[in-house]
């Protein structure tokens, strides 16, 4: 079995000198396919168990542990995103 990298989590927000509004938001929406990737593979494994195709239960488990993991981060994103959106909004100009 192989073992790949740890660094497979795309780099969502990458410190740079001179960062623009639409480079963020570009870097999300990569994140946000990213996740829907693992979304779909993760589906498309189950349905593959459910059409009787022979798939080893470990790549169904692992792959459906990394849409889990992909997901909660992606919540907890968003969740930081609003958190920092409604600081904004409390300011007083």
């Known amino acids: 079995m192989e073992v790949g990298k740890l660094g497979f ?5 990458e ?3 001179n960062v623009k509004g639409e480079d963020i938001v570009e870097n999300f929406v ?3 396919e990213w996740v ?13 168990v459910l059409e009787g195709r022979d ?3 470990h ?3 692992i792959e459906a542990e990394k849409a889990k993991v992909a ?4 919540i907890e994103v968003r969740n930081k995103l609003l958190e ?7 300011m007083q100009v």
């Not at 829907?36 to 593959?48: D, F, G, P, R, V």
């Open 84 to 90: 920092a959106y409604n600081e904004l909004m409390k």
């Open 36 to 48: 829907n990737e693992k979304q779909l593979k993760s589906k498309k494994l189950k349905e593959a």
């Open 30 to 32: 990569n994140f946000v």
């Open 59 to 61: 790549e169904i488990v």
């Open 55 to 57: 798939v080893p239960l």
């Open 71 to 74: 997901l909660n981060l992606l």
């Open 15 to 17: 410190v740079q000198q």
């Open 9 to 13: 989590i795309p780099k969502l927000f």
